[in-house]
């Protein structure tokens, strides 16, 4: 189900919408389980044989099957699935599965940012999902304070994505528990990883690891 909360009080005065008018994105409010309005996203079952940066153009054109668009990104290069999301959906849509943009979220943000970040996260999910597009989320948390709401949206069982990109060893422990919170909450399916194996992951199954950009 799709609620549109309109466009502006006078927008029936408008023949045509200015560039920015929506940036809240509010012509679309997917339904939502959780009591922040996080965007609930179908449940997925899906193991890409290859990941494709967004901001790769070429890559993306000209991928082969079975491959997932990610967001493992300066948050600046992929912004436009957000502010554009009519042209943001394009490269995703050539080539047929995506993961949903890791936005960033970081420990000195105020709660109600991080909650923005997942929801905007979620929202771009269900849009791609609704032009046609396998979506898989990618999970983002910056500690306990955000467990509440940092696995909303993601049907039980779901394949997910997370980084270990930028994992050092003095935030392993923290990132542990982050990976069993978010394992308790979701019991995920298949856990893909972009990055390389840490011990933080040593205990867990059905991992799928990806190369990321330097290693490549």
Not at 97 to 121: G, H, N
Request: net charge neutral.
């Amino acid at each position: 189900m799709v609620i549109s909360l309109g466009h502006t009080r006078s927008s029936h005065n408008w023949q045509t919408m200015p560039g920015n008018w929506d940036r809240l994105n509010t012509r679309a409010l997917y339904d939502s389980m959780n009591e922040f309005g996080i965007p609930d996203l179908p449940y997925v079952q899906a193991r890409p044989e290859r990941l494709v940066a967004y901001n790769n153009r070429y890559a993306c054109e000209h991928a082969e099957p079975n491959s997932a668009v990610h967001f493992f990104l300066d948050d600046y290069r992929f912004e436009v699935v957000w502010t554009k999301p009519e042209r943001g959906v394009s490269r995703p849509a050539k080539v047929g599965m995506a993961l949903t943009p890791d936005f960033s979220m970081w420990r000195e943000m105020p709660l109600v940012m991080q909650q923005w970040q997942i929801y905007r996260s979620r929202w771009c999910g269900m849009w791609m999902w609704h032009h046609g597009i396998t979506v898989i989320p990618t999970i983002t948390w910056s500690g306990y304070q955000s467990y509440s709401f940092a696995f909303q949206g993601v049907a039980p069982g779901s394949t997910v994505a997370i980084s270990t990109v930028g994992v050092r060893k003095d935030s392993e422990a923290s990132f542990r528990h982050g990976v069993e919170a978010m394992v308790d909450q979701i019991g995920p399916s298949n856990i893909l990883v972009y990055g390389r194996m840490i011990p933080a992951l040593e205990n867990l199954d059905n991992l799928v690891f990806y190369p990321h950009n330097w290693r490549q």
